[in-house]
């Protein structure tokens, strides 16, 4: 064996070291803005507060508004957005793989691709995350045809088909448009799901749907802006605003407080808290009530431990306090907020701050990124931080309890440790010294975490190969440290660093000292992304350095 793998312990733990901060380094650095796609011709990252030909009362300014600020469109470099000229298969393309980033793909385009958009064509990428991804397709003879303007019908069939939508009766069509006739025998089913599925958007006439007619800028970003709400990523169109009464309503949306937030995807935190601490009951009456409501993102960015200390019985009273900060009497939209105190049904003010000029409303140090979402009993604004009142001090909810004299810890298996929740699986590894183990190898690894007490987890895996690897090692959790931005969105990341033992699987079993280090990234309240530096010292020395994602548990 080269004497390259007879390290000592020393310089293997250093690099174990090394290797954790260099993991460390690259998340705390705050992330970049993303860029947009530069084509020629085509919008640049403009506010929408700038565009001069959507004005205030322009009837799709909700929906251009809400894509530009999550970067799926933009103004032109002339500040405008020219909101009536057509769309091309190319450019909704290039606007389907902006809103949609994150969609499995379905299918693969053949190696030649189509025989019309050439390799160096600006949109040949969107084109072909577009095809692979189930949104569009070609035409006979392997063209896509990219400079063809997109008819309305073919936007909506391709959001129909893009989102997996199924349902919807064909033959009720006519109930909905008066010209649900001129919808082509292809489409009449995928209509019929877009309809039920409210992504329709109809613009002067609802009942018209125009099929044959050109897409505009204005009609494709409605018609994104309901495909995204379809998906729980955006809320629902305020009804009271003028925007909301162009949304054909093929399903009811009125319900009260708590069943919105719970049918979104946003406000899992907030419905189970609300459920927990008893004051969904409340929320479900007449009222009416305001809720500045965190998103998932807003709660995740807590300390870590400090949803799952809120949940226990001895820390209702806050919880109820917290919760309670964020409801205002009354339905309150965002144009009768004005800057100064508010009073919350907790007794406690909020400070509101107002910046008409840039279209924001923030509450104390949390902005409202959603406003006006209407119940059938009040009004929610979606925030991006959880409000806490003055007299509550979460730093104590994250005290470990204690025994008897005080210094007993509580040992749990399976609980959130100050570094986050506990979670199971799975990892890639990649080797980066010796030749023999599955460590040191690039292989397929099964994780997980189980918090122990505040401080302490253990974190038994698997790493499948050749020679398969157990690893179970016992490691310090440090509390989570702001690790960056992207998107509005702040991550925080805890490290960790411990030492247990590997376990060769072979036919000889072989036991050995193992080092780890690394941190662990909170992504929401459901998942966890971890990685680490593995050294294990057996017959011989076996590093890897292994990624994962942990289902929060």
């Not at 400090?306 to 820390?315: D, G, K, S």
């Amino acid at each position: 064996m080269s004497s390259l793998f007879r390290w000592s312990s020393t310089k293997i733990a250093f690099l174990v070291l090394g290797m954790t901060a260099a993991t460390i380094a690259p998340i705390v650095i705050s992330a970049p803005a993303l860029s947009q796609n530069t084509v020629p011709s085509t919008p640049s990252p403009t506010s929408t507060a700038n565009l001069s030909d959507v004005s205030s009362d322009y009837w799709a300014r909700p929906f251009i508004q809400a894509l530009a600020d999550n970067n799926v469109i933009a103004g032109f470099p002339d500040g405008t957005f020219r909101p009536n000229q057509p769309v091309t298969r190319a450019e909704f393309a290039a606007l389907i793989q902006k809103a949609f980033s994150n969609q499995s793909r379905v299918r693969q385009l053949s190696s030649g691709g189509f025989s019309d958009v050439p390799a160096n064509y600006w949109a040949a990428s969107a084109i072909q995350n577009a095809y692979e991804t189930g949104f569009l397709a070609g035409y006979p003879g392997n063209v896509f045809k990219p400079n063809q303007e997109i008819p309305r019908v073919q936007g909506i069939v391709s959001l129909s088909n893009g989102l997996g939508l199924s349902g919807g009766d064909a033959s009720t069509l006519s109930s909905f448009y008066n010209d649900a006739s001129a919808i082509p025998n292809y489409a009449v089913n995928s209509v019929a799901a877009a309809t039920l599925g409210n992504i329709v958007v109809n613009y002067p006439d609802v009942k018209q749907l125009n099929p044959q007619q050109s897409l505009t800028r204005a009609e494709a970003a409605a018609l994104l802006y309901q495909a995204l709400v379809k998906q729980g990523k955006l809320q629902p169109i305020a009804s009271n605003l003028p925007a909301s009464q162009y949304v054909v309503a093929g399903t009811p949306t009125s319900t009260d407080i708590v069943a919105l937030a719970a049918s979104s995807s946003s406000f899992t935190t907030l419905t189970s808290l609300l459920k927990t601490s008893g004051l969904a009951d409340v929320l479900q009456q007449a009222g009416p009530y305001t809720v500045f409501a965190p998103t998932d993102q807003a709660f995740a960015a807590l300390p870590a431990a400090t949803l799952q200390e809120l949940q226990q019985p001895e820390n209702k009273e806050a919880l109820i306090k917290i919760l309670r900060y964020h409801v205002v009497p009354g339905a309150v939209t965002a144009s009768q907020l004005s800057s100064g105190k508010l009073e919350t049904v907790e007794d406690k003010p909020v400070n509101i701050q107002i910046d008409r000029a840039n279209n924001q409303v923030s509450v104390n140090n949390a902005r409202v990124i959603q406003a006006d979402v209407k119940a059938s009993n009040g009004i929610i604004h979606a925030i991006n931080q959880v409000l806490i009142p003055p007299d509550v001090n979460i730093s104590k909810l994250n005290q470990p309890p204690t025994g008897s004299t005080g210094t007993t810890p509580d040992v749990t298996v399976g609980r959130a440790t100050r570094g986050g929740r506990s979670y199971i699986g799975v990892a890639g590894n990649i080797g980066l010294l010796g030749n023999d183990r599955a460590l040191s190898d690039g292989n397929f690894a099964v994780i997980s975490k189980l918090g122990l007490t505040r401080n302490i987890s253990v974190r038994p895996s698997v790493i499948f190969g050749d020679n398969t690897l157990f690893l179970v090692p016992l490691t310090l959790d440090w509390s989570p440290r702001r690790g960056g931005s992207v998107d509005h969105e702040t991550f925080s990341i805890s490290p960790y660093v411990g030492a247990g033992v590997a376990i060769a699987a072979n036919n000889n079993t072989d036991f050995g000292l193992l080092l780890t280090g690394g941190v662990d990234v909170p992504l929401g309240s459901k998942f966890t992304l971890t990685g680490g530096v593995n050294a294990a010292f057996l017959n011989d020395t076996d590093v890897g350095l292994q990624f994962g994602l942990g289902y929060n548990f």
